[in-house]
């Protein structure tokens, strides 16, 4: 299977760093599977409609990215759906239109996507810019890559 992993955020935003951050670390601490074949690694600041263009090879994709949905701060989640359209505010991701919004459009307009999109969220509270990652988050960095790992092993074995 052809896995893409996207690490989206801007770490000038603080927290929204976080996507960055944990894909840089996975791949430092994986570097043999990190270089396979299989598996793109894409770091984007805000992908808009241009990650439709990144993904559409892909078996599988790995996103990786900051939210804004109301747990604690450092909270990992991992999620087969990705967050409802309009869930996490632009003003704060800096995204301008979501990877949700993305894939909604996507699937609206009938544009390949990926047979499985798995979605790693860390929840973040400072968004402020030129702050780095808060340390609830920067300490959640840990449970990203392990979330990472997980789901590298089990669709590259799938």
Not at 69 to 88: C, H, K, Q
Not at 91 to 113: N, S, Y
Request: aromatic share 4%.
């Amino acid at each position: 299977m052809n896995i893409t992993l996207v690490g989206i955020g801007q770490p000038l935003r603080g927290d929204d760093g976080v996507g960055p951050e944990a894909v840089r670390q996975w791949s430092h601490d994986q570097p043999r599977t990190a270089s396979a074949p299989n598996i793109k690694i894409i770091i984007i600041e805000t992908p808009g409609l241009d990650l439709l263009d990144l993904i559409q090879d892909s078996d599988v994709v790995i996103l990786v990215d900051a939210v804004d949905g109301g747990d604690p701060s450092g909270t990992v989640r991992v999620r087969t759906a990705l967050p409802e359209a309009g869930s996490t505010p632009a003003e704060k991701t800096a995204h301008g239109f979501g990877v949700a919004e993305t894939v909604a459009l996507a699937k609206k307009i009938g544009a390949r996507l990926p047979a499985h999109i798995i979605f790693i969220g860390v929840e973040g509270s400072s968004w402020k810019l030129g702050g780095g990652l808060s340390d609830p988050v920067r300490r959640a960095v840990p449970d990203a890559v392990r979330e990472i790992q997980n789901q590298i092993e089990r669709w590259s074995t799938g």
